[in-house]
């Protein structure tokens, strides 16, 4: 079965320091998809980036980077240069492609609390 | 483009009562998926709606949770009789297709209290 574990519950930075969010996953599957969503106050989960088990290339988005090392089943997400508008509730999430019933739903993580402090 | 709604955004009712939650996804995806976060907890799947047949609904804790999705547009999401455990975030999600290489988009969820 598959698993996600978001082991840092609440960081708490100071407005420009980098910060990275752990994700570490479990699964069987050698096809997969990992996630992140940003969950800002308003409620709504937004989608981050998505990557496929195959590509274990890494991902610059502005001051967002993400590493992915199947070696450790960890997909990690940094933040550089931290603001204020960063403070939110990040997931992790995990998607296996060969899922039986076909709904290929996400598996989440228990979320990371990021408030950063001006 | 609107994105995914949920209505009513916040419910208190009383144990015992009943609850109607409504999503609405982004016109023209096929695809719909009820979450819902306990307090501390994951983000767990519920079900999963391809138009208006349930795809895959391994995730509905128990009978008491209904979920429909008429002409395959809206879909609502009954809970009859309402349990203090069924406290928490229900989350709606809408794809255009199915499988991971679709993002899901949620919405902002409905916070179901029961008391």
Not at chain 2, 1 to 30: M, N, W, Y
Not at chain 2, 49 to 66: A, H, I, T, W, Y
Not at chain 2, 81 to 110: H, I, K, M, N
Request: hydrophobic share 30%.
């Amino acid at each position: 079965a598959q698993k996600v574990t978001q082991a840092q519950t609440e960081i708490s930075v100071v407005e420009k320091e980098d910060v990275t969010l752990d994700c570490v996953y479990e699964t069987r599957d050698t096809t997969y998809y990992l996630f992140w969503y940003k969950q800002p106050p308003s409620g709504e989960l937004v989608f981050l980036i998505r990557r496929n088990s195959f590509d274990e290339q890494n991902e610059i988005s502005g001051r967002y980077s993400w590493n992915f090392q199947k070696s450790t089943s960890s997909f990690n997400f940094t933040i550089t240069a931290s603001q204020v508008v960063d403070s939110a509730v990040y997931f992790c999430a995990l998607s296996e492609a060969s899922s039986g019933a076909g709904s290929y739903q996400l598996t989440f993580g228990k979320g990371t609390k990021l408030s950063v402090i001006p | 483009e609107a994105g995914v709604t949920q209505f009513p955004s916040h419910s208190v009712i009383e144990k015992g009562q009943t609850v109607t939650l409504r999503c609405d996804p982004i016109s023209g995806h096929d695809n719909l998926y009820w979450y819902r976060r306990v307090m501390g907890k994951e983000i767990k799947f519920l079900l999963h709606f391809v138009k208006e047949s349930k795809q895959d609904e391994s995730g509905m804790p128990n009978n008491r949770f209904l979920a429909e999705r008429t002409g395959g547009t809206y879909s609502t999401l009954k809970v009859q009789p309402a349990e203090l455990e069924d406290s928490g975030v229900y989350f709606c999600a809408s794809s255009q297709g199915r499988g991971p290489s679709y993002e899901q988009y949620f919405g902002p969820g409905t916070r179901l209290t029961v008391t």
